[in-house]
């Protein structure tokens, strides 16, 4: 996603379940059912330390850790996305994807383009997307 370097790669899932169980106060209730509702998978994807990458450990920060949150609607509450961070005690990186499911398709990436005239089968996947620094032009 980001073309950091395989030495970074973990790509370890962290479920639900395991949340739930470790931080029975935090997500109780509502907050649980509105999490629920709103986050899908949680994925570890990298860790950026000096063990994956030459590096030298920093004052503050030794390691960063890149999850990918799965978004299950646009809508989200900011209090689920901090609670996550705030949950795993590390510096992170919160990657948010937006997954759409249209049927068996299922569009994860950020960047689409919108046609107007269908509800569920606007949404199509951009090729050759070009990022460029804003600052530049």
């Known amino acids: 996603m980001f073309d950091l370097p395989k030495a970074t790669e973990i790509r370890k899932p962290i479920h639900k379940k395991l949340i739930y169980s470790k931080f029975p106060m935090r997500l109780k209730g509502e907050s649980r059912s509105s999490f629920d509702e709103e986050i899908g998978k949680i994925v570890v994807t990298n860790e950026i330390s000096p063990v994956s990458v030459n ?29 996550i961070a705030k949950m795993f005690g590390q510096n992170v990186l919160l990657v948010l994807v937006l997954v759409y499911k249209c049927g068996q398709e299922k569009l994860n990436n950020l960047y689409y383009q919108v046609k107007e005239q269908r509800r569920c089968s606007t949404w199509r996947r951009t090729k050759n997307l070009t990022l460029r620094n804003s600052s530049s032009r």
Do not use: A, D, P, W
Request: hydrophobic share 35%; aromatic share 6%.
């Open 55 to 83: 590096i030298k450990e920093g004052v503050k920060v030794s390691s960063v850790f890149v999850l990918q949150v799965e978004l299950k609607r646009k809508t989200y509450s900011e209090k689920n996305i901090t609670s």
